[in-house]
T-cell receptor, first 112, second 114 residues
Framework: GENVEQHPSTLSVQEGDSAVIKCTYSDSASNYFPWYKQELGKRPQLIIDIRSNVGEKKDQRIAVTLNKTAKHFSLHITETQPEDSAVYFCAAGNFGNEKLTFGTGTRLTIIP | DSGVTQTPKHLITATGQRVTLRCSPRSGDLSVYWYQQSLDQGLQFLIQYYNGEERAKGNILERFSAQQFPDLHSELNLSSLELGDSALYFC?????????????FGSGTQLSVL
């Protein structure tokens, strides 16, 4: 089955700096890569996703890049703000594989 | 609000007991997923139902069982509870069979086994 590894497990960055979280996956059939954000005490929520037919996707300060050859994808947050502090989960999946496989999460702390 | 409803929000019980967690998916969603999140842990997939049938199974213990009813709500039954079962249990739903679509999570049920 699919195996998703996520690094780092914790990350602290100064407010205004950029943050990068990286994930690798094992199943070459995976073609859907979402990122979920979980604020303290809240539910996970999708913030951005990318499908394998594109290499990069942006949404304001958030971007995701995908390297299918190397089987890794990354989340980039620019101009970080205190409200970006949360746990971020990457995941991998594909149609026909009913479940998404999640990474172990990255706790991002933005230092004011 | 994701549209996914989980009850109860909190549950405190003793070892050896049995509890039932309930989930109502978003209107129109056919798949329901159950995840377990222990303290500082990731999202451990337990089981998925699609339109009433079991579709995928994760690391779900034999003491745990689930079902999805004709009205598409789902219940997760946890029996012979142990201290280690204390966790936050999330339900999520999606439109189709999953794998490549957005999941909508409920707010979770915090289970404390004393």
């Amino acid at each position: 089955g699919e195996n998703v590894e996520q690094h780092p497990s914790t990350l602290s960055v100064q407010e205004g700096d950029s943050a990068v979280i990286k994930c690798t996956y094992s199943d070459s059939a995976s073609n859907y890569f979402p990122w979920y954000k979980q604020e303290l005490g809240k539910r996970p929520q999708l913030i951005i996703d990318i499908r394998s037919n594109v290499g990069e996707k942006k949404d304001q300060r958030i971007a995701v890049t995908l390297n299918k050859t190397a089987k890794h994808f990354s989340l980039h947050i620019t101009e970080t703000q205190p409200e970006d502090s949360a746990v971020y989960f990457c995941a991998a999946g594909n149609f026909g594989n009913e479940k998404l496989t999640f990474g172990t999460g990255t706790r991002l702390t933005i230092i004011p | 609000d994701s549209g996914v409803t989980q009850t109860p929000k909190h549950l405190i019980t003793a070892t050896g007991q049995r509890v039932t967690l309930r989930c109502s998916p978003r209107s129109g969603d056919l798949s329901v997923y159950w995840y377990q999140q222990s303290l500082d842990q990731g999202l451990q997939f337990l089981i998925q139902y699609y339109n009433g049938e079991e579709r995928a199974k994760g690391n779900i213990l034999e003491r745990f069982s689930a079902q999805q009813f004709p009205d598409l709500h789902s219940e997760l039954n946890l029996s012979s509870l142990e201290l280690g079962d204390s966790a936050l249990y999330f339900c999520a739903s999606s439109v189709g069979r999953g794998g490549n679509e957005k999941l909508f999570f409920g707010s979770g049920t915090q289970l404390s086994v004393l």
